[in-house]
């Protein structure tokens, strides 16, 4: 089986898991007084639960594969079974099944508001949560494995609440630039500004949760070795690719955010939106190609590098 295969499934598992986490994230943190609704699109939530269910089961097959060695059209029962028999696998496959389900009902069934916005919040947050059961983590056991496990979901969940905030900004904006009207582009001016204090502790979480899972990982002396492997130039790849994102989304809070501000102030708000989304969208970029190399990295084995 190609491994390209492997890394595209779990690719869109972790784009997909992600988005509903953060866009739901971004609901709930960007609603800052009652005249600023902000709500998920709850349809495209609930498809993006059927495809998070769909992209859990490829990537279940694809773990099969490897696993048994034989090509992913000849994964049968029998593989499968052997692969939900590792308890961290098949634990967490099933609570991530579950979750999503939750987040596809609550997409569909038109419950009230609040409860609908935290129960999706949650479900995502453990449907993400459970990727943490099947990574680097299981490599190490105790306390370590503990630390390492619980680094690593907090690690999904902070990396999520800044990819949604993203994606949320850049609808928000989208549609005020459409709109052209003063009541969105306070709105989404609001949203951007409201974001600096949450996007802060994201940043301060992937920064000290990454920093203990590369040291579980690779070790202290690992880290000189880096550039040595596949790995190693992979995660240093994702590095420089964080520090873009770190770059673009000062530049966005202490640059953007206030242009955008005073444009709106003095009634020609074009520009500044124009500056802001472009900014996001290479933001967004840079994020993508960052899980794009988790979903890679994911593939490869870590000991090299030690």
């Not at 850049?170 to 709109?179: D, F, K, P, S």
Request: proline share 5%; hydrophobic share 60%.
């Amino acid at each position: 089986m190609p491994d390209g295969m492997a890394i595209a499934v779990r690719f869109v598992t972790y784009v997909d898991l992600m988005l509903l986490f953060g866009i739901a994230a971004f609901a709930a943190h960007a609603v800052r007084r009652p005249w600023m609704p902000v709500s998920p699109p709850w349809t495209w939530m609930a498809i993006g639960a059927a495809l998070g269910l769909l992209a859990s089961t490829a990537h279940l097959m694809t773990l099969a594969a490897s696993m048994s060695g034989v090509p992913l059209l000849k994964v049968d029962r029998d593989a499968l079974g052997a692969v939900l028999s590792v308890s961290s696998i098949g634990l967490s496959f099933a609570i991530r099944m579950v979750a999503l389900l939750a987040v596809a009902a609550c997409g569909i069934l038109p419950l009230p508001p609040a409860y609908r916005l935290w129960a999706t919040l949650l479900a995502s947050a453990i449907a993400l949560a459970t990727l943490a059961g099947i990574g680097h983590a299981n490599m190490d056991s105790g306390a370590l494995g503990w630390l390492h496990l619980t680094g690593d979901m907090l690690h999904l969940l902070a990396a999520a609440l800044w990819i949604g905030a993203i994606a949320g900004l850049l609808g928000m904006i989208v549609q005020a630039h459409r709109a052209s009207t003063a009541a969105q582009l306070d709105q989404a001016w609001q949203a951007s500004a409201g974001f600096a204090k949450v996007g802060t502790i994201a940043v301060g979480v992937i920064v000290a949760t990454g920093l203990v899972n590369t040291l579980a990982i690779v070790g202290l002396s690992g880290i000189a070795a880096l550039p040595a492997s596949a790995y190693g130039r992979l995660l240093l790849v994702k590095l420089l690719l964080f520090a873009a994102m770190l770059a673009l989304a000062a530049f966005n809070r202490f640059r953007h955010v206030p242009a955008l501000e005073e444009a709106i102030a003095a009634g020609r708000p074009g520009p500044a939106v124009l500056h802001l989304r472009r900014s996001l969208l290479t933001e967004a970029a840079c994020g993508v190609a960052i899980l794009l190399i988790v979903a890679w990295l994911g593939m490869l084995d870590p000991a090299a590098v030690q």
